[in-house]
């Protein structure tokens, strides 16, 4: 059973517009929210997280938005370039001890010169 | 600064063939992570470790084992390969649970196994 979705595959986008990615979670004990970009033949690098008190993070071209009604959070890049084009995993976590990220399958982004 | 260093970075084993992943990290962090990546799988947690002599099981640890004599190492060990663990592997290590509070998991650049 999947608990942090990500539905779309991959997503192309112009550079210079808005870079939307998705991710839905199940799982409602779910309080921490992060996003992990990585390139080909590198590991996973933190890129933004959120905690479930707020519901907007922002950091630089970088914002994520939780909705905890909906289960839901999305990634916006702005203005996107092409150094973006990469994977990006959602991520989320329920506080503990012995918490664990539970990662998403990805979503592959390129950014069109 | 090395921060995460997974030794080795490929290896090829024959089915049944056994065979160590280490994972090293110099930032003191108290948790760390096993990871195996997938296409069209995403990230899944094999094992991990909230601190020396601790592991504990993740969502796919069937197949493997861990040990975590060190604070700095955190060692994978296949006993039997089996095809079935062809796969990316990453090591992470956090200051926190999950990365929490700090919000990140530092990873390693990954080891490529492949089992025939």
């Known amino acids: 059973d999947q608990q942090v979705k990500q539905n779309s595959p991959s997503l192309s986008v112009q550079e210079g517009r808005i870079s939307i990615l998705n991710c839905d979670y199940t799982?409602?004990?779910?309080?921490?929210f992060l996003w992990y970009k990585k390139y080909p033949a590198e590991g996973p690098t933190f890129l933004i997280s959120?905690?479930?008190?707020?519901d907007k993070n922002e950091d630089g071209r970088f914002t994520v938005f939780l909705n905890k009604s909906a289960k839901h959070l999305s990634l916006h890049i702005v203005p996107s370039q092409p150094g973006d084009s990469a994977v990006y995993f959602c991520a989320a976590s329920v506080a503990g001890a012995n918490s664990k990220l539970t990662f998403g399958k990805g979503i592959t982004l390129s950014v069109r010169p | 600064n090395a921060g995460v260093t997974q030794t080795p970075k490929f290896r090829v084993l024959k089915t049944g063939q056994s065979m160590t992943l280490l994972c090293a990290q110099d930032?003191?962090?108290?948790?760390m992570y096993w990871y195996r990546q997938d296409p069209g799988m995403g990230l899944r947690l094999i094992h991990y470790s909230v601190g020396e002599g601790t592991t504990a099981k993740g969502e796919v640890p069937d197949g493997y084992n861990v040990s975590r004599l060190k604070k700095q190492n955190f060692l994978l060990g296949l006993e039997s390969a089996a095809p079935s663990q062809t796969s990316v592997y990453f090591c992470a290590s956090s200051y926190e649970a999950s990365g929490r509070g700090t919000g990140e998991l530092f990873f390693g650049e990954g080891s490529r196994l492949t089992v025939l």
């Open positions: 930032m003191n962090h108290e948790y």
């Open positions: 959120i905690s479930s008190i707020k």
């Open positions: 799982n409602s004990m779910f309080d921490y």
